[in-house]
């Protein structure tokens, strides 16, 4: 992954765990699984746009977050919580 890729993971870890939620408790919050949500945090994995906007919804970023260049508009399909 890229340095905008690992940059935008990192943030969303560090917003996160400043509001003390869990890694399992915000996967539930934002309807990805929790497996996803670390892969997008460690930057092994690249944000979807629909990503991106429930965490920025989820930590109220107001639009720092679903904004980032590094969120793919096209890749990726919801990795949907059972």
């Known amino acids: ?3 905008i ?3 935008f993971g990192e943030e969303l870890r560090r917003r996160r765990e400043a509001r003390g939620i869990g890694l399992i408790a915000f996967s539930f ?3 990805f699984s929790k497996g996803h949500l670390s892969k997008v ?9 629909e990503f991106a906007e429930s ?4 930590l109220a ?3 720092e977050l679903d904004g ?3 969120v793919s508009k096209n890749h990726g399909k919801r990795d949907s919580v059972k």
């Open 5 to 7: 890729t690992r940059d």
């Open 61 to 63: 970023a107001h639009g």
């Open 1 to 3: 992954m890229n340095d």
């Open 29 to 31: 919050q934002i309807g």
């Open 41 to 49: 945090e460690r930057g092994l994995a690249v944000p979807t746009r």
């Open 68 to 70: 980032s260049p590094s």
């Open 55 to 58: 965490c920025d919804d989820a």
